[in-house]
């Protein structure tokens, strides 16, 4: 089922760093920023990454909860994790359950070869389990901005 914006998420469970189990059940009456990413680890997805650890105060402020999903394994992202000093969790979905759900699986041609690959997006979904935003195919420089700014928008609308 293809989430759509302004309608509930479908049923959910995930697994995270830390043993945290991410679900729609879980975070009702809570606002939730799920950023997809492609790969730990690389030049683009790090800097977004510190770009969410820099403005984490702001989101749990604003009243955010914020995760990171891939497709990386949990050791990758434990790492990923520690390395970086993340103060939130990464989502490791490996089987794609969630990429496929929030529809950022898209064919990518790198080095010349057609290859399965994430596309960086971000969704933000409000305390009422609804899609409230989603950016898809983003530039870095600059996200994490709007997505706080929309994310204070959410109080302001309350």
């Not at 520690?82 to 969630?98: N, Q, R």
């Not at 041609?109 to 409000?126: A, D, N, P």
């Amino acid at each position: 089922m293809a989430i759509v914006v302004n309608k509930p998420l479908p049923e959910f469970e995930a697994n995270a760093t830390n043993g945290v189990k991410v679900s729609n059940t879980n975070h009702a009456g809570k606002v939730m920023v799920l950023y997809f990413y492609p790969k730990d680890n690389t030049p683009g997805c790090t800097t977004e990454a510190m770009q969410f650890r820099d403005r984490y105060k702001d989101f749990v402020k604003a009243g955010a909860t914020v995760y990171g999903v891939s497709r990386d394994n949990m050791k990758s992202h434990d790492e990923f994790k520690a390395k970086l000093e993340l103060p939130f969790e990464l989502i490791a979905d490996t089987e794609e359950k969630m990429c496929h759900m929030f529809g950022v699986v898209k064919n990518k041609i790198m080095y010349g070869k057609k290859v399965k690959g994430i596309e960086r997006s971000t969704f933000l979904i409000g305390a009422d389990g609804v899609l409230k935003e989603e950016w898809r195919g983003l530039k870095v420089p600059g996200h994490v901005d709007d997505v706080l700014t929309a994310v204070k928008g959410l109080k302001k609308a309350a």
